[in-house]
């Protein structure tokens, strides 16, 4: 049986588990062939979740977008609002990171 989680690192694994995708999927390098044929029809079903991660991040990344917007502006602060514009930026490649990873799960026939 696993210990209790303190509230601390229960919310950090919230946070991150609310964020990033990984623990959702298996590793389709180990095991047998039937292990590796079950865990990629694992992350075929898992696959259905990588777009609300990737709604969750585009929504991220456009109100970063918009608070270093509002800082450079209103604030005349272009050095903080580095601060928000760099995570903002980063938001795009990993949607496309995700969205590829999406559509090969979705649309591989080949690996069938």
Do not use: I
């Amino acid at each position: 049986m696993e210990p209790a989680l303190s509230h601390a690192e229960f919310s950090r694994t919230l946070w991150y588990r609310y964020f990033f995708y990984g623990w959702l999927f298996r590793d389709v390098c180990r095991g047998n062939l039937w292990q590796r044929s079950q865990a990629w029809r694992h992350n075929k079903e898992q696959s259905r979740w990588l777009l609300t991660y990737m709604w969750r991040w585009l929504v991220l990344g456009l109100v970063l977008f918009g608070v270093a917007s509002f800082v450079e502006v209103m604030l005349l602060s272009p050095t903080l609002s580095a601060f928000f514009y760099v995570p903002s930026a980063l938001s795009v490649p990993f949607n496309v990171v995700t969205a590829v990873c999406w559509w090969f799960l979705q649309f591989d026939r080949h690996l069938q």
